[in-house]
Nanobody
Framework: VQLQASGGGLVQAGGSLRLSCAAS????????MGWFRQAPGTEREFVAG????????YYADSVKGRFTISRDGAANTVYLQMNSLTNEDTAVYYC?????????????????WGQGTQVTVSS
């Protein structure tokens, strides 16, 4: 599976962004998908995950109620809608996929990664 993330950028605090992650590979429909983020000097942290075929979603406490993960099987794409952004959301965001059926919150448990897209929130 190859992943291509996009949609990052500069946004003011309180604003919104939608990240996209396009996946290639025949088995996308059976893969669990997720988003992680990494700020300078910190470890990569779990943001959100979605199982196949999208019946279960999971979020980090820090983004619950503000971020929404979804997937479009026909387009082989997973999205992360981010609302009410704050300075603490500034990071490089990575999409990830895994053939397992469970959303894992530790980055080392995910097999495939996209290249990352920068999100910068200004106050």
């Amino acid at each position: 599976v190859q992943l291509q993330a996009s949609g990052g950028g500069l946004v003011q605090a309180g604003g919104s962004l939608r990240l996209s992650c396009a996946a290639s590979g025949r088995t996308f429909h059976a893969y669990t998908m997720g988003w992680f983020r990494q700020a300078p000097g910190t470890e990569r942290e779990f943001v959100a995950g979605i199982t196949w075929p999208g019946r279960s979603t999971y979020y980090a406490d820090s983004v619950k109620g503000r971020f929404t993960i979804s997937r479009d099987g026909a387009a082989n794409t997973v999205y992360l809608q981010m609302n009410s952004l704050t300075n603490e959301d500034t990071a490089v965001y990575y999409c990830a996929s895994d053939p397992g059926s469970t959303v894992m919150t530790m980055a080392r448990h995910w097999n495939y990664w996209g290249q990352g897209t920068q999100v910068t929130v200004s106050s």
